[in-house]
C-alpha cells in the first residue's frame, strides 16, 4: 500500500509493549500481571483457551472500553494506559472485534468513511473518498462500493472491518478472532489478505483459534491461560509446548 496507509516511522525496535498490565473483575482476575512486547514490522500471535483473557487483553491494550487496574502499555515510545480510546487510535493502534461489526444498513463505502472518521493522524477529519477506496481495493471489496453491507458474506465483512481499521493507515491493527467461522478456503483467502497487509508495513498482534492462521502468519506467539503468558516464542515451538497442550486439552494431556 502506497503513501500514508503503512506505518511506523522506524525508531525503536519494539513497537507495543505491556508492562504487568493487569485487570479484574470482581474476584477474577481476567488478566493477571501480562508483559509482552511486539516488535516492529511482526505479527505477534496471540492464543488460549476460551476465557483465557485474550480479548479483554486488547481492550486493555486500546483502552476500549476498560483500562487496566495496574501495569502500563508503552505504544511507540508513549505511556498510553490513560489515554482515551480515541487518542489512542489517533496514535496509530487499530483494532477489529471478535464480532463482525459492520453498519448493516449502509454500503460498503459509507461503512468504511466511518471507519476513516475515527483515529488517522491528521488533526481535523477530513473525507478522504480515495483512501477508502485504497482501503477497499486492500480488501479486495474495491469492485462495488454501493453494495449495501447487509448482503455482505462472512469472509467480506470481515474484509469490511478490516478496511474500517486500515483506513485511517495504523501502524499497529490488532486482529480478535479474524479466522473464526470461516471454512478452509476462506481461511487461506484471509491468510493472504493478511499477509498483504504485513507487506504493507503494518505491524499486527492476531488473537487466534484457529492455529494453522498463526502458524502461518506469526513471527512469534504467545499463549494465555488464565490471564497469564505460559509461553512465547516461534509458533513450531510454542504450540508443541507441553504447557499449552495442556492449557487447552487440559491436565494429564501433555
Ligand atoms: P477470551 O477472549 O480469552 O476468550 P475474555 O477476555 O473475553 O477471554 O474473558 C476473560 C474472562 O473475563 C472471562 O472469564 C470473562 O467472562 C471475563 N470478563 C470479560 N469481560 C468482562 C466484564 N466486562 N465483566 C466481567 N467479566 C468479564
Ligand atoms: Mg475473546
Known sequence: MSGGMSGGGGGAAVLLAACDVGKSFG????????????RRGEVFGLAGPNGAGKSTLFNL???????????????????????SPRWIAKAGLKRTFQTEAVFESLTVMENVRVGSAYGGAGRAVRWAPARCREALEVVELGGDLDRPADGLSLIDRKRLMIACALVSGPSLLLLDEPAAGLDPADQDALIRLLSRIRGSGVT???????????????????????????????????????????????????
Not at 61 to 83: A, S
Not at 223 to 228: I, P
Open 204 to 254: 499486527m498482534v492476531i488473537i487466534e483459534h484457529v492455529l494453522s492462521v498463526l502458524e502461518a502468519l506469526a513471527d512469534r506467539m504467545a499463549v494465555l491461560d488464565s490471564g497469564r503468558i505460559i509461553v512465547t516464542g516461534g509458533p513450531a515451538e510454542v504450540l508443541s509446548d507441553p504447557r499449552v497442550v495442556e492449557a487447552y486439552l487440559g491436565p494429564g494431556a501433555a
Open 27 to 38: 474476584s477474577l482476575k481476567a488478566v493477571d500481571g501480562v508483559s509482552m512486547e511486539v
Open 61 to 83: 491494550l486500546t483502552g476500549i472500553p476498560i483500562r487496566p487496574d495496574t501495569g502500563k502499555v508503552i505504544f511507540d515510545g508513549q505511556e498510553i494506559q490513560h489515554r
